[in-house]
Structure formats: C-alpha cells, structure tokens
C-alpha cells in the first residue's frame, strides 16, 4: 500500500473536524474505508464491488437497517 493516502469523506459529514464520517481513499486500485473515529481500522474493497453497492443503497435495497 502507499505511504502516504489521501482519504476523502463525504460532504454531508460537517465540519472536517467532525469524528462522524467513512472515509474513501483509492491506492494501488482498490478502494480503502475507514471511520474517522477509528483510523486504524481499514476495510478494502474493489471499485467494481463499491460500485455494486453503492448501486443498491441507490436503489433502496439497505433501508431495512436504518
């Protein structure tokens, strides 16, 4: 993995010192997530499952969780 990993999150977090957000980073063509409030936990995924889900949470199909 990179060194250095610049991690995005989404605008609907708040203000950037906001503990409350999953960031997404890109490095080494997968894709990376974390919560702000525990950096060190890190999740990888492809962008083609990513994609996949953020599909379904479009459509509706995770609305039962919340």
Not at 27 to 36: F, N, P, T, V, W
């Amino acid at each position: 993995m990179t060194d250095h990993i610049d991690w995005q999150k989404s605008s609907f977090s708040g203000a950037d010192d906001s503990p409350n957000c999953v960031e997404l980073a890109h490095a080494d063509g997968q894709i990376l997530m974390r919560e702000s409030d525990e950096p060190d936990t890190i999740v990888t995924t492809s962008p083609e499952k990513l994609r996949a889900f953020l599909l379904g949470v479009k459509a509706g199909e995770f609305d039962h969780l919340i």
